[in-house]
């Protein structure tokens, strides 16, 4: 397949672009990009996309894919008391809920240029079946690349954590079902559409003795860890409180720094931590839509990057954001970095590199995917940007980055169409609409039962 006569933004290291260029695509990977069309003698399919901008396909670093059929629930709540009020509703959800939920949410991120995603899943009841493989098969049917993680709760309230204490696991439990998932699902390999990540979910609904043995157990089977950290400041309180330190200090005494780690949000980090994330190579993933929507505030991306710190771009749940479009992330990251630091804190191209490259580093995947050289995973986003919103803008980076979102033409995972014309061809939207709506009615009536049954008791 040859896409040939768009704008080429490759975001290799010498951040290469072609006004008019082409991409040659043999065997799910790119086999040549380069200036002016492609040459006449080139064999195979050519697909004119003169009026679009090819760039790398979206890598989305933080997300909570179950959270998809709760949305617009607290809406005007902060972390905490948006916390306080899902527990109880996720705590219905079984693998039926989590699989049409990951489905919508998976072909919705594809729809806004995506296609590799992780998902952080950290909620798993006794009775709701296979969650993790029903993400999984979602992941499948849509056709996007994925890193799903093992995540865990195991502090409960009764030991002074958040969560209620039926949605909490024992640890033995989840170390065993975090390496028995990690065996059955984790492929390493150059080709991969599937690796695994260990998450536990935070400092305050997590314990320190699950922190350092789930550490132990990445290493050992040689996969990334991820959690949420310092992502409001009452976390920073939690951990002053019970370990006397920031919440940088506590995860390294746990061994939970270094270059195969990423952690979501990171607002509340003060120059020391942010010079030991740089130090130890620990990556941050940048939730600006959800961050704002939750009124959490919003991380030093400037200070973060020229501190050398890794830094990613995820939509984060969809329970605090709605909107759930990796795009609008990479638009977002920009404005609040200006909003925060004035006009030099991010360059319009740097904002796509932290949707795109800096992504694909985070997870560790930047050899396959992340920016268009030869040799890549095919994995490609084309942007029509000749229509009403985008023609007259006159760089087109700029009408990626600052302009609507535009119209995908075409999303490409190594090598196949996922969407064309801004439809998803993969799946049948009408259907994955229709369970979504369905999971969401039956999840909040069961949280409906549930909450009277409480209101009874006490
Ligand atoms: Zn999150």
Redesign the pocket.
Known sequence: MILDGATVVTMDAGRSEHGTGHVVIENGRIAAVGPGRAPAELAGPRTDVTGCLVTPGLVNT???LYQWVTRGLAVDDGLFGWLTTLYPVWAGIDEDVVGAAAAAGLAWLARTGCTTSTD?HYVFPADGGDVLGAEIAAARRVGLRFMPTRGSMDLGRRDGGLPPDHVVEDIDTILAATAAAVDAHHDPGPDSMLRIGIAPCSPFSVTGDLLRQAAELARDRKVRLHT?LA?TLDEQEFCQDRFGATPVQYMESLGWLGDDVWL??GIHFDDPAIATLAATGTGVAH?PS?NARLGAGIARTADLRAAGVPVGL?V??AA?NEACSLIEEVRHALLFARARGGPQAMAVRDALELGTIGGARLLGWDAEIGSLEPGKLADIAVWRLDGLAHADIADPVAALVLGSAPPLELLLVGGRPVVERDRVTTVDEHELTRSAVAAHRSLLDRAGTVTRTEGMAS
Do not use: T
Request: proline share 0%.
């Open positions: 933080h997300h909570h952080h949420h992502e979501a949000h939730c959800s995820g984060d749940g605090s």
